[in-house]
């Protein structure tokens, strides 16, 4: 384990369910290609920020105490997204509308997604950054051949075969592409697999980046961190002195600092004050997350951060449901789009995501920095009880990650 990574997959689960005696007929969503210049991309950034702000609210809702949160918010989008390239009528309206797309066409948004990937594929210095998708077909199951091809073109699809009637075999066979995408740390993703399933698709996201300035593992020591007022778990806290993108919000009652990855990436931890939990969590969204980064300021700081390894899954059904989306779910969704001869619909939607910080960042632990040191005495900023977290590329403004850390002990 080197440096600080997040893995993450998710995978949206498409059931055949009944055979259709007719054919639909699939309307095509526009197809004029955006030419907005090289940053096609950024137009999705505030609809998926939104929309990871509704999801947070709504699995913050149903989490138990105590428990983490961490998700891909651009994984979710991208995976929803891609399904849409498939759907019709109302089902596709549903989709468009709770992702935030509907000032576009369907062709524009799939543009944005491939620019979106071919900046991925360029932010590749120091840091690895993967995200892609997978489509599992069932062995015999043909898809709408433009399906296909938009996956493979607008997506960085990868398309492969499976018998889903051996459902222990076709389930390993999806794990195994998703443990090959995160680097092994997402590993029995699918469980269950219905034997009638058509395809699976799979969305995966994995981010390994190096602090651009790493903690000296030499000063991690244990410490308490108070998981609320009745808990309290040992951590290993790391320690590190010197100068941070820092900023204070006393009328939002939060502090924030932004721990830089070499590349186009970045950490911005949310620290509540005492008791303020709750509140920042009601009122927080793109806006502030923006107006954080732009106030943030060079500071002298003694921080203190837990060393952690945490692993998150979700299953989305309930969450996608109250956000709009439920003709996906019912017999009456058109997936036309993906196939005329077989009525498709969404059986299940699981996520799953794992984030680990340590000290590094490189394999080599022998840097050596030397910082102008103020004289006067450091603001210390210790995080020592529940914090926020996200983790933001810079390039495409995009949330790759984000959630809450409430014990960094448990898995």
Known sequence: MHGIFASCALAALLLAAVWADHHHNHHDHGTEHSHDGEM??????????????ALYKSLNAKAAARKNIFYSPLGISTALSMLSTGASGETHSQLFSSLGYSAHNQAQINEAYKHLFHMFGHSQE?????VGNGVALRSGFNP???????????????????DFTK???????????????TQNKIKDMVKDLDPEMAMVLINYVYFRGQWEKPFDGNLTNKADFRVDDTTTVQVNMMRRTGHFDFYQDVVNHTTVIMLPYKGQT???IVLPDEGRMAEVEGYINKDYLRHWQNSVLRSFMALSLPKFSISTEASLDS?????GIT????????FSGISEEVKLKVSKVSHQAVLSVDETGTEAAAATTLELIPYSMPR???????????ILEHSTRSILFMGKINNPTAM
């Open 40 to 53: 096609s991309c950024h137009k999705l950034s505030p609809p998926n920020a939104d929309f990871g702000f």
């Open 126 to 130: 120091n840091q690895q950054l993967d």
């Open 144 to 162: 709408v051949e433009k399906f296909l091809n938009d996956v493979r073109h607008y997506y960085s699809g990868e398309i492969f075969n499976v």
């Open 167 to 181: 459902s222990a075999e076709a389930a390993a066979e999806i794990n195994s592409f998703i443990a090959n995408k």
């Open 266 to 268: 970045s950490m911005m």
């Open 319 to 323: 969450t996608l449901k109250e956000l």
């Open 327 to 334: 003709n996906a779910f019912a017999d009456s969704a058109d």
């Open 380 to 390: 210390t900023m210790e995080l020592n009880r529940p914090f926020l977290v996200f």
